[in-house]
């Protein structure tokens, strides 16, 4: 069966509260646009714009009841279809938690309707209803008229928001009792209940895994195209001298059963340089972004910012020649609309992946173009000690859990965390989008699914 999902930014969800707020004691209503990813099994509804309506508008209103000028919700409905976007009616029962009432199934039917002969696109459109806590209950209307329940609504942000509509009380097993006496019962069931995806299954991927894992999250999906090298073993989780050749996702396959806590898991036996293989991540609530590669690295960055989707990057950088180190840096870094990009950031740049994305898809052009100097030559594989990737990844888990609670302070909202080890300092900061970067305007923001996808050109598929 397939399931409906919404994702509103932060401020968007702050400037929606305000508006819905405006009107106190009575009901008040609001519309957002969407944009839309589907893949097999889900559809996102992605705001990009809360629309208010206007007081003259409102032709009625009252604790329990409002009536709406059709000017105002058709004039929105045009702009959703100029804008290729679904439409969602937002309204309030104020001083109540009941869900949607006999009368808001009586009014939305024709109001979706409407929506679907004036808005030409493929996007399904729904309803939501606030109390004066938040959202109280969410439902797409689809084209036959039936409806179907909202499965999740995530806000993005300084911190990570959830509703969901059913609560779960279900008891809690007794391996979570340690995390529960700190964080309390309700985070470990929201653990449970989220998607995560890890993109690099090496050497900080494989700890990220592990605590995860051990977190409790409930579902995981991991991508790496590499297979195990006898190199690998000082700092891959869970593997083992005997398993050479074998791919770092059957690996990770392996610890997740082995831990024994049923975490759904899904694998991906390749880079996410494939289309196929970074479209498995749309469904993820939050990714870690876990590879050596900048190309990858690009398009996390990108995906960040399309779908609303957080990802925390993740690097370690050992300075070391002749057996002497230089300098040990770790970074978290934090990519979300809003936040500076990694090439805002000068994290990566186009001419590395230009020469990696050559390098993988016609490498004898690339090497030809290193001996002719029109490249930069990739370096040989990087120093790696398990004890600073393996800090770098609770870093970022820990990172993870501040946007889920906010046990490092309220004002804590920095957007990367770097480690430097060799002078046993971290520093942290938070940098606006650069002018004339792609993550920098507004247009930008939640745009879904594009074709190409990211609006980005792709390697051919293998196999």
Known sequence: MRRYSLTILEEDYAELRRTLAASAGVENGAYLLCRQA??????????????????????????????????????AMKRADEHKCGFVFVHTHPNSNEPHSPQDDREEAPLFRTAYVRIHNDAVHASLVFNDHGVSAARVWLLDGSTQPIER?????KRFRFWFPNQNDAVLPQFFD????????????????????????????????????????????????????????NRLYGSRTIDQDVSKVKIGQRVVADIGLRTGLTIVDRPVTYRSALAAFRECDIIFGCTDEEWGRSLLSRMSIYYGIPVFDVGVKIDSSGGHIRSIQGRVTTLLPGAACLFCRGR?????????????????????????????????????????TTMVAASSVSEFLHRLTGFMGEDRDSTELLHL???????????????????????SWMRGDVRPLLDTSWRAEER
């Open 38 to 75: 589907r893949t097999p099994t889900e559809t996102k509804l992605l705001v990009r714009e809360v629309i208010s309506i206007e007081a003259e508008h409102i032709l009625e209103a009252s604790p329990v009841h409002m009536k709406i000028a059709s000017p105002s919700y058709r004039r």
């Open 153 to 157: 609504v995530r806000v993005v942000g």
């Open 178 to 233: 340690r995390q529960v006496r700190a964080f309390g019962p309700e985070l470990q069931r929201l653990l449970g209940r989220l998607k995560i995806g890890i993109v690099g299954i090496g050497g900080t991927g494989s700890a990220v895994l592990e605590q995860l894992t051990r977190l409790g999250i409930g579902d995981l999906v991991i991508s790496d195209g590499q297979t195990f090298e006898a190199s690998n073993v």
């Open 348 to 388: 990566i740049t186009a001419e590395r992946i230009g020469i990696e994305s050559q390098r993988a898809t016609d490498p004898a052009a690339a090497a030809e173009r290193v001996r002719e100097g029109y490249a930069p030559e990739l370096e040989d594989p990087a120093p790696a000690v398990i004890p600073f």
């Open 421 to 443: 080890f060799d002078a046993t300092s971290i520093r942290r900061n938070s940098k606006p989008p650069i002018a004339g970067c792609f993550c920098a305007p507004r247009a």
